[in-house]
């Protein structure tokens, strides 16, 4: 199957950066759109941002001009590097990747476990 891992959380003070990334593995035909999401207990799980196989991105509104999604098609990767960092970032991040597993499948969006992000103040 498809296995996507993330790094690179962890704990940083207000203003502060940090870089997330996730590599996807297993049997993969073709990757289309990867993303960003993030989790707050009690609360809907959000869109951060996403990015199309042609470069192509979206933000939500509250990360614009402080995140910015990446990806390499080659290595099957995406990251978000994130400046500026605030308080209510903090949340468990989660990379989803849109995945054909054969030229016979559909497209079936996939998930890495998460990794916790806090921002102290």
């Known amino acids: 199957q498809v296995q996507l891992v993330e790094s690179g959380g962890g704990l940083v003070q207000a203003g502060g950066s940090l870089t997330l990334a996730c590599a996807a593995s297993g049997t993969i035909f073709s990757i289309n759109a990867m993303q960003w999401y993030r989790q707050v207990p009690g609360k809907q799980r959000e869109l951060v941002a996403a990015?199309?196989?042609?470069?192509?991105?979206n933000y939500a509104d509250s990360v614009k001009g402080r995140f910015t999604i990446s990806r390499d098609s080659a290595k099957n990767t995406v990251s978000l590097q994130m400046n500026g960092l605030k308080p209510e970032d903090t949340a468990v991040y989660l990379c989803?990747?849109?995945?054909?597993?054969?030229?016979?499948?559909?497209?079936?969006?996939?998930w890495g476990q998460g990794t916790q992000v806090t921002v102290s103040s």
């Open positions: 989803a990747a849109d995945v054909r597993t054969s030229f016979r499948t559909g497209w079936y969006q996939y």
């Open positions: 990015i199309t196989t042609g470069g192509v991105t």
